[in-house]
């Protein structure tokens, strides 16, 4: 191995440029004696090279061609000054064009969080409304009954005494009438939120002087409900013991609790011993209604008064 050959003229420039002699020699070598401006532009790019500074090697036989021009010291000098220019415009370029890519990328990213911002408000909003829609019609429901139970005691209260009851015509429209009223229209089914409803206020009324304990087991139904929701796919979520402890003194012991979970899906499994959803049975329409009406029964302090 043999140092190569290199144009001398051109060596001789690199080192009144200040270059050491190996890091020259290397520029001249691997740039093919071709100019000053390449041998720097080398440099430049290899300025991190561990072996920047050591003298290249080659075998015997290969030849490097050293028939290139020498330049004036003042070519070389405003060469230099040139190369340097031209590195110092492309650098400030560079940066520039990072910082463009920087800015948009910050753009990209607010957009992204004000929509998901505006996503979240949307849909906080739309919750409260259902749930604010939901308190209404419950307690519209209350002060039905109540005005029922209030005729129904009037109209009782005159029997005892004795009285007619209230003459027809003076009176609101009977009962019977609006029913014949209704009679000619479609009987519309009851729906699964209305049967979910009924059946937690059916809990609520056999336990009515228990209200911590009943809004417990609301409360855990709303977990179980919203386990499965969340994560449909895992099988822990999905299957109950029924003999668990816990479970028993929140939901099981109490009048309602596993039917509202047999409204949801869950299925009591042949040996007894566990309920189940199965994954194929997974509706999230009716997990999401039974979230609903359970937060409505939470939430609301007219639910199931009568």
């Known amino acids: 191995m043999i140092v190569p050959e290199v144009d001398k003229n051109l060596l001789e420039q690199l080192e009144s440029m200040g270059f050491p002699t190996a890091r020259a020699t290397r520029a001249l070598h691997f740039s093919g004696n071709s100019s000053?401006?390449?041998?720097?532009?080398?440099?430049a790019g290899h300025e991190d090279d561990s072996d920047i500074d050591q003298m290249p090697l080659v075998r015997k036989e290969e030849k490097t061609e050293a028939n290139k021009p020498a330049l004036t010291p003042e070519e070389v000098k405003m060469k230099a000054q040139e190369l340097r220019e031209r590195a110092r415009k492309k650098k400030e370029e560079e940066e520039r064009r990072m910082e463009r890519e920087r800015e948009k990328e910050r753009i990209r990213i607010?957009?992204?969080?004000?929509?998901?911002?505006?996503?979240?408000?949307?849909?906080?909003?739309?919750?409260?409304?259902?749930?604010?829609?939901?308190?209404?019609?419950?307690?519209?429901?209350?002060?039905?009954?109540?005005?029922?139970?209030?005729e129904e005691d009037k109209a009782e209260r005159r029997r005892k005494l004795g009285l007619p009851p209230e003459n027809p015509e003076t009176a609101k429209p009977s009962t019977a009438q609006v029913e014949d009223k209704k009679s000619s229209l479609p009987v519309k089914p009851a729906t699964k939120a209305e049967y979910m409803r009924d059946c937690l206020r059916a809990l609520k009324q056999h336990h009515k002087d228990e209200d911590a304990r009943v809004k417990r087991s609301f409360q855990t139904l709303l977990a179980y409900v919203g386990n499965?929701?969340?994560?449909?796919?895992?099988?822990?979520?999905?299957?109950?013991?029924?003999?668990?402890?816990?479970?028993?003194?929140?939901?099981?012991?109490?009048?309602?609790?596993?039917?509202?979970?047999?409204?949801?899906?869950?299925?009591?499994?042949?040996?007894?011993?566990?309920?189940?959803?199965?994954?194929?049975?997974?509706?999230?329409?009716?997990?999401?209604t039974a979230g609903s009406e359970l937060n409505s029964a939470i939430a609301n302090p007219f639910f199931g008064v009568l």
């Open 110 to 150: 607010g957009k992204e969080l004000l929509e998901a911002k505006r996503i979240e408000e949307e849909n906080e909003r739309k919750r409260i409304m259902a749930l604010r829609k939901a308190e209404k019609e419950e307690e519209k429901r209350a002060r039905e009954k109540i005005r029922q139970k209030l």
């Open 36 to 43: 000053i401006e390449a041998a720097i532009n080398w440099v």
């Open 228 to 288: 499965v929701a969340k994560n449909p796919d895992e099988e822990k979520f999905r299957k109950i013991r029924l003999n668990n402890p816990t479970f028993q003194d929140r939901v099981g012991s109490l009048h309602g609790g596993i039917d509202f979970l047999g409204l949801c899906g869950f299925e009591k499994l042949q040996d007894g011993e566990f309920l189940f959803l199965p994954r194929d049975k997974v509706d999230m329409a009716i997990l999401n």
